[in-house]
C-alpha cells in the first residue's frame, strides 16, 4: 500500500505564493512519474505541472513562467512552487505518483488533494 500526502495549500492574496508538498510512503521500490493536477468547481481535472525520476518537467500553458515542480527521490517528495497566483488558479490540488512497489509492480496513486483559494 502507499500513501500520497499532500499539504501546503491555503488562502492567499493574488500575486502571492504557495508550497505544495506531496509526501509518499508506503511499499515504495522506485517512483516514476510524478505529477500535480487541480479541479475547480463545475470543472474537470487537469494537469497543471509533471515531473520524471530523473527531474524533466512539463507544464501547462496557464502556469508557464509562474509554477516550479520539482522533486526529491531520497525523501519520496514533490513540490509545487507556485508563485504570481491568480483567481484562476484557485482550486483542489492533487498529488499524482506512478509508482513501483517492493513487489515490483507498477500502480497509479493519487492524493487526497489540498485546497488553494486565491482572493482579491
Known amino acids: 500500500q502507499v500513501q500520497l500526502v499532500e499539504s501546503g495549500g491555503g488562502l492567499v492574496q493574488a500575486g502571492g505564493s504557495l508550497r505544495l508538498s506531496c509526501a509518499a510512503s508506503?511499499?515504495?521500490?522506485?517512483?516514476?512519474?510524478m505529477g500535480w493536477y487541480r479541479q475547480a468547481p463545475g470543472k474537470q481535472r487537469e494537469l497543471v505541472a509533471l515531473?520524471?525520476?530523473?527531474?524533466?518537467?512539463s507544464y501547462a500553458d496557464s502556469v508557464k513562467e509562474r509554477f516550479t515542480i520539482s522533486r526529491d527521490n531520497a525523501k519520496n517528495t514533490m513540490y509545487l512552487q507556485m508563485d504570481s497566483l491568480k483567481l484562476e488558479d484557485t482550486a483542489r490540488y492533487y498529488c499524482?505518483?506512478?509508482?513501483?512497489?517492493?513487489?515490483?509492480?507498477?500502480?497509479?496513486?493519487w492524493g487526497q488533494g489540498t485546497q488553494v483559494t486565491v482572493s482579491s
Open positions: 499524482n505518483a506512478l509508482v513501483k512497489t517492493r513487489l515490483l509492480r507498477t500502480y497509479d496513486y
Open positions: 508506503g511499499s515504495i521500490f522506485s517512483i516514476e512519474d
Open positions: 515531473i520524471t525520476r530523473s527531474g524533466s518537467t
